[in-house]
Each structure stands twice: as C-alpha cells, then as structure tokens.
C-alpha cells in the first residue's frame, strides 16, 4: 500500500480511536488482522509495485484472493471473478499466487504470536484472536502488546497489521476493521455500545445479504436499531437462535472465550479449469495431480488426514463434495488419488459439463499418531496399485526433496507426463 493510503488510514482510526478514549482496562482481546495479506507477501518481492493496484489471482476463470487497497480503491475485492476484476481494473498487475510463500509467512507470524500468549486462536493464515490477559504483566498493557505486534510483524516479515483490543472477541474484530489499514484501535468497556450502535447490521456476525435483506425490509439498517427492538421480534423474524444471538450482539455481549490452535483441521487444493471440461480422461489426470499436491503440503506439515474429500463443481454452479473415511489416516498421494478417482467414477457422470474440481484431506493427526501401518492393500477397497505403502511413501518423500530442490513440475506422476504443467 502508498504511504498516503497509509496515513489516510492512520488518520481515520486515530479519529475514532479519540472519539473512543484510549482506556483499555478489561480489554484483554485482540483480533490481529495482516492488511491484504496475499497481495502484501507478493510485494515483498516485488517492491517496485508499491503503489501501485495489484492483484493476486490465478485465469481467467479463477477468483482474487487478494487486491492492494490501491486495486480496492477501483472496485476491485477477493472472490469477484478475475474476468470482471480485469474490467474493473485493467491497468492492475496480476500476480499468479504463490501458497508456499503465504504459508511461510504466516508461520512466522503465528509463532510470534505464541510467544506472546500461549491463547491464540487462529481464524485463517492472515488473522488470529489473542487473550494478553495473562502477558500483561511481563509486557505492559493490552495496548501496548499490540503495539509490538504490529511492530514485530513488520520488522520480521516486513508486512503490516491491524489490531483491534477489545473486552470481547466480537468487538475486538469489528475494531481491527475499523482501523485498517495498518492501525490500531482500542474500543473501552464503557465505548462498546457508543462504537456499535452506528455501524450498519451486515457488521453483525451472522448477516449476510439474505438476512441484511430482512432486517432492512423490517427498518432495521444499524446495529443500534436491533438493540432497541424486542427479542421476541427478532425471534419471531430471524428463528431463535439467529435472533437472539443478533440482540445479544447488538448489546455487546460475547461470552466466547479464545480458544487455542488444535491444529490445521484440513488441507486442499482445487483447480477451475480454462474451459469446461467433460472429458473423465481430463478430470481424472487432474485430481492425479490435486492428490499428489495435497498429499505433499500433508507431509510438509508432519501430518496425516483419515478423511478424503472430493469436490467438483459444475458449469451451472452447482457444487457437489464426496467423502470417505479411511481405516487409518494417510499422507500418500497414491492412496488419495486412488479413493478420490473412486468417488469421482462413483457420481455416474456423462459427459456432464464440470469447472472445478478439489481434493482435500480432513481429520488431520500429527504423523507419529498413526497407530498401524496397513498396507495399500488394506487401505485401498481395490488395491493392486503395484507397491506397498512405505515404499510409496517413500518414492512420494523423495520426490517432495527433488521437488524442494529443483522445482515443483520437475518430477510428476508418469500418467501426467506430456501434460502442460497445471497454471
């Protein structure tokens, strides 16, 4: 982002943040919230698109996942297509993502984090609640541990945050948007209502269009107008549970503690094709390809997944996902493809117009947790697939090192040889 853009920002939360105060006595929550976190990472290595409207996103027919706020300024926001993020904005640079380096970085930053407080709950690779209550007196108050967050993040992986310090989690992260980008804003325990009661309904855990759509047909457009109406008419509007918990929200009140990282619950790739394809030759080489990197990411992370997952999406929209559960968790690409393929040929299709297609592994379990080692065999309703399982595994290790080493297309699977490199 500009230094303008910056300070532009600066300005406005230090506006709110006055008109707040700045006591954060029993405000031990923290949201922390990295500023356009893809497009950030990307710039590191790209320092002379500072500046300028850059946008992270993979073809024409994917999706943004991240825009600089000088591409937002256009119009341009993650998941609008990249077809229309182009129109909107076609002078941007487009950047293909890189995961790998998205994941190192918010490696560091997690780890930071836990140096702080071991009560970090992580909400995706760019954000993560803290409790500081307990670290408040080895560094100071909630405002200033946000304070060195903010400067260590930068300092350590050269990359802004925004911060928000609240008494509850809900607050703490309406705060860190209020005060992107690279700010900080501290909501006290007696500003809570003051700071909620103006922003619009959609700020309301919860409310998406549908239910914005509702609750303007019923004249209520600011978090302030759902506090001040009855929750039996929410109730009776919305259901019991959307409702109350809208009021209760509305008055402040979030009694959800933060709770610590159990660990990745998944990892996936997917992959949305140029073009439609209803080729079942196609779509079978590419979840080949979507197992063998899922399996790879499993393994970089020292984990195993009990459960596979297929995903496909149709021309229309339509989206449909497939699993099954292994008897004992796995991080070979092999045994993943094979229960994938299985669940793909399972669905019947002919011919049938498809987008995208995913894979992802779930029930994640630290490696050394697998409690027997089976063979493919047992693993494989079918089998047959022409080694065991260690020494698949073992060829997939070595393959992740030449991988590692050389680039990731320098070793495939043979059935993907004379295939381009997937974008």
């Excluded at 922390?32 to 950030?40: E, L």
């Excluded at 850059?54 to 926001?77: D, F, K, P, W």
């Amino acid at each position: 982002m500009s230094r303008s853009q910056i300070r532009r920002g600066e300005a406005q939360s230090l506006r709110l943040a006055n008109s707040l105060g700045s006591d954060d006595t029993g405000c031990t929550i923290l949201h922390v919230d990295m500023d356009a976190f893809y497009a950030s990472v990307e710039l590191i290595a790209r320092p002379e698109l500072r500046g300028k409207p850059v946008i992270v996103g993979g073809g024409q027919r994917g999706v943004v996942l991240s825009a600089t706020y000088e591409a937002r300024a256009l119009g341009v926001h993650s998941a609008m297509p990249m077809t229309r993020a182009r129109r909107i904005a076609p002078d941007a640079f487009v950047i293909e993502p890189h995961h790998d380096r998205y994941a190192e970085v918010s490696a560091g930053v997690m780890a930071l984090f836990g140096s702080i407080t071991p009560l970090v709950e992580p909400l995706s690779l760019d954000e993560a609640f803290l409790d500081v209550g307990g670290a408040v007196r080895r560094l100071g108050s909630p405002t200033a541990i946000a304070e060195l967050i903010r400067a260590r993040v930068y300092d350590e992986q050269r990359i802004t945050c925004s911060v928000g310090v609240a008494p509850t989690k809900f607050v703490a992260k309406l705060a860190s948007t209020q005060a992107k980008p690279d700010g900080l804003l501290v909501v006290p325990v007696d500003r809570v209502i003051a700071f909620l009661h103006p922003l619009p309904v959609s700020s309301l855990w919860g409310v998406g269009e549908r239910t914005e759509e509702r609750l303007v047909s019923l004249g209520l457009r600011t978090v302030g107008d759902i506090a001040n109406t009855p929750a039996d008419t929410l109730v009776r509007a919305l259901g019991q549970a959307a409702g109350q918990r809208l009021h209760d929200l509305a008055w402040g009140r979030d009694e959800r503690a933060v709770v610590p990282d159990a660990g990745e619950k998944s990892i996936g790739n997917e992959e949305t094709f140029a073009r439609d394809v209803d080729d079942p030759a196609v779509i079978r080489r590419e979840l080949l390809r979507l197992a063998q990197k899922v399996a790879a990411r499993v393994r970089s992370h020292g984990l195993v997944g009990r459960t596979v997952v297929l995903k496909v999406r149709f021309a229309d929209f339509t989206t449909i996902t497939r699993s099954r559960t292994l008897p004992e968790p796995t991080d070979v690409g092999q045994i993943v493809y094979e229960v994938v393929r299985e669940l793909f040929d399972a669905l019947g299709l002919q011919r049938a117009r498809i987008r995208l297609v995913g894979v992802r592994l779930e029930g994640l379990l630290v490696e050394g947790a697998r409690t027997e080692q089976l063979s493919l065999d047992a693993l494989l309703p079918e089998g047959g697939v022409g080694a065991g399982l260690e020494e698949r595994r073992a060829a997939e290790v070595a393959a992740d090192r030449l991988r590692d080493r050389f680039g990731h297309d320098v070793v495939r699977p043979a059935r993907l040889w004379g295939e381009p490199p997937a974008p």
